[in-house]
């Protein structure tokens, strides 16, 4: 049975569709992402899920039970949903246990507390039971976050935006023991960025969104070598299109020469663009080498040049370790890679 199933679900502000016909289902004990430019209808998607708005259209149902429709609108209360959002939305006059121990419905004391003491173990917060939240940081204020959304065993997270406001420094680590947390605890979980950093270290599949509807859904590898529209494609990372030839199921030909492409072709059209990522593209010393050196940056690891070569200008990442003779002529090749090629 599916953990969650969106089927044409559809939303509107001011007769204006922000959610358009939108259909996702989401595994049990699997962590999905809503992943799409601001504006495009993540956070609005969640709140039908949540119950916080009733949708206009379509059906929300949960473990097989149907959220809205004929047998009724379930309220946020009763959908058994754990949430955390950007703010952390921890009360500032409650400790972090009681916190933690808010919407518990155990009635019992003692086993209160020890389900509070579980949570705060699980997140590694054993001994901050009696500080207040502006007495923590960020990174351990989501923490308590988390063990509070987990602490009534929730069916499904809610995640909107939970590390947006944490320093990029320890953003990362915070994301891995967040996974590793909800992994733990065999929960599903829809979580809600627009960063594909986070969406890649935090999910296990990817739903893109745009204008309202899901582009495409699938594993981050699966969306990178084969994205089903340009959209997808520039919105998992910046490139530039390049004229190309189909030649076979695994090679186009450009004004670069022949690219070779480690998976099969999926579109049968002759003529096309390739969409070329940095990435895709090394530059090398040598004497017959026409390309021209725009600009050069240093981002740590690599360099990205910005060249031009057979009138066409284009970005280039090229490893730190090995730097260019920049006196010297230089050459661009395209590396064999999974290549993107659009009608
Ligand atoms: N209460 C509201 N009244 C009217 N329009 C709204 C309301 N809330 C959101 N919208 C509009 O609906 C659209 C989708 O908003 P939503 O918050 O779902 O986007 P998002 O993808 O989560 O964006 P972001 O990444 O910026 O949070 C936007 O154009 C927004 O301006």
Not at 142 to 168: C, G, H, M, T
Not at 237 to 243: E, L, N, T, V
Request: one cysteine or more.
């Amino acid at each position: 049975m599916h953990s969650l199933v969106l089927e044409n679900l559809s939303y509107r502000y001011d007769g204006e569709a922000v959610v358009n016909n939108l259909t996702l289902n989401v595994e049990q004990n699997e962590i999905v992402c809503l992943l799409g430019a601001s504006g495009c209808g993540k956070t609005t998607t969640l709140k039908v899920i949540a119950g916080l708005i009733e949708p206009f259209q379509g059906s929300v149902s949960i473990l097989g039970k149907a959220m809205n429709g004929a047998s009724g609108f379930i309220p946020p209360q009763k959908r058994n949903i754990g949430m955390m959002f950007q703010d952390y939305a921890l009360f500032p006059h409650l400790t972090v246990a009681q916190n933690v121990a808010f919407g518990l419905t155990i009635k019992d004391k003692s086993a209160r507390e020890s389900r509070v003491a579980e949570m705060l173990n699980l997140v590694q917060l054993q001994g901050y039971a009696a500080r207040f939240p502006h007495e923590l940081s960020g990174g351990q204020q989501q923490r308590v976050a988390i063990a509070r959304a987990l602490a009534y065993k929730p069916n499904l997270l809610l995640l909107d935006e939970p590390f947006s406001n944490i320093d990029a420094q320890v953003r990362f680590q915070l994301i891995n023991d967040i996974r590793r947390i909800i992994k733990d605890q065999q929960v599903s979980a829809i979580f809600v960025s627009h960063s594909k950093e986070e969406a890649f270290a935090f999910a296990d599949r990817l739903a893109i969104m745009d204008k309202g509807k899901i582009a495409q859904v699938g594993d981050p590898k699966t969306l990178f070598q084969r994205p089903k529209s340009k959209m997808v494609a520039e919105f998992l990372g910046q490139g530039i299109y390049i004229p190309a030839q189909r030649v076979n199921g695994a090679s186009v030909e450009t004004k670069f020469g022949a690219v070779h492409s480690l998976v099969e072709l999926g579109n049968m059209d002759a003529k096309g663009e390739v969409y070329l990522r940095p990435q895709h593209i090394t530059l090398e010393n040598c004497a017959q080498g026409s390309v021209k050196i725009l600009n050069q940056r240093f981002m740590g690891t690599e360099y990205i040049y910005r060249v031009t070569v057979e009138g066409q200008e284009l970005e280039v990442s090229h490893p730190a370790h090995e730097p260019l003779d920049l006196t010297k002529p230089i050459s661009l090749k395209i590396k064999a890679h999974a290549v993107n090629f659009f009608s």
